[in-house]
């Protein structure tokens, strides 16, 4: 990605509940209602966002309002009471009281004017988000919101993410970070998409091998610098990718201009030897002599027999047959010879 923001289209998609508004009013209020029951708030509180992840991880799409009375039974079965159900309407109503975290408006105006596009995906229904837009200063409207009841599914589910990218024309080219305060609803499916994430990590989490984040920041203040270090880091990693990939095709051009030399040294070899023993042969044609015996030229049947078997010999062994035909011949002739004198 190019680090050029004056060209390219600049988008930011906000996750609503714990990224911009402040959500832990929900959960406490379930745990207020253990309280009063002698039941462990924070038992309670831990079920209550299990069974919300489960829910909304579920297989079948459920209204917000019908997943919250599901996950209020929910808990009654777990803690083997009664009390939470008949809060469910009171808990859904509580979200009309929830109010941004004190970092987000001065950040968002502050990113608004400096020519982003700012979008929001909400695990919620327009109804509930349509009361924050006064709250988050008019920054959103319908057409730059998306909400669970519109995809009918839940994040983290990555067909909310695609429709997200669909909705709000989102591009490969684009300057686009997904911020979100939630590791798993929001960077892991983010980051399956290829988006730049900013992880604002307000619960003080680690971060998962093989979907961190693009940057990871303490609140929402950081965020501008947080997306330039994000930006200047992929450039590097970019540029170090990039001088892996020369060395990598220096090194086979290296190797192939090795192979090529010692292919024609090799070449230049055979073609000496090739030089060598056509001389070698056209010396023995001349001698009388026969490329499978350069020893001596046969003389009679006998010689003949004895050249061809040594054809198939070493040279060593053929060198030595040789000098005993030459030492039977001397003999021969020293025989010979002897008779002569008497």
Not at 148 to 173: G, H, N, W
Request: charge should be neutral.
């Amino acid at each position: 990605m190019q680090n050029n923001l004056d060209s390219e289209r600049r988008a930011l998609t906000f996750d609503l509940y714990g990224g911009l508004l402040n959500f832990n009013l929900i959960p406490h209020f379930v745990g207020q209602v253990a309280r009063e029951r002698n039941i462990s708030p924070e038992l309670a509180e831990f079920y209550f966002s299990l069974y919300m992840d489960r829910m909304m991880y579920s297989q079948d799409f459920v209204t917000y309002r019908d997943l919250l009375a599901m996950v209020m039974k929910y808990l009654d079965m777990e803690l083997n009471t009664n009390i939470f159900s008949p809060n469910a309407n009171e808990l859904y109503l509580l979200h009309n009281d929830l109010k941004p975290h004190h970092d987000v408006l001065p950040v968002l105006i502050a990113l608004r004017d400096k020519g982003y596009e700012l979008f929001l995906m909400a695990n919620s229904n327009i109804q509930l988000v349509q009361n924050y837009y006064d709250r988050l200063l008019g920054l959103f409207s319908d057409k730059t919101v998306l909400v669970a009841d519109e995809v009918r599914c839940y994040m983290p589910k990555i067909d909310f993410f695609r429709f997200a990218s669909t909705k709000f024309k989102l591009r490969s080219a684009d300057d686009h970070f997904h911020v979100a305060s939630d590791y798993f609803r929001d960077i892991v499916p983010a980051s399956r998409m290829q988006w730049l994430t900013a992880y604002i990590n307000r619960s003080k989490t680690g971060e998962m091998k093989g979907a961190e984040p693009s940057v990871t920041l303490t609140n929402m203040t950081e965020l501008e610098e947080g997306m330039t270090r994000a930006h200047q880091r992929i450039l590097e990693e970019e540029r170090a990718a990039q001088e892996r990939e020369m060395a990598v095709a220096r090194a086979k051009e290296e190797q192939a201009e090795a192979e090529a030399r010692q292919k024609a040294v090799q070449a230049a070899v055979q073609q000496q030897q090739m030089h060598q023993m056509y001389a070698q042969k056209q010396m023995y044609q001349k001698a009388g002599l026969n490329e499978g015996n350069q020893y001596f030229v046969p003389q009679n049947e006998k010689d003949r027999i004895l050249s061809e078997k040594m054809r198939n010999m070493s040279p060593t062994k053929a060198r030595a047959l040789a000098k005993a035909r030459e030492r039977a011949l001397a003999n021969a002739r020293l025989r010979e010879g002897g008779k002569g004198g008497f």
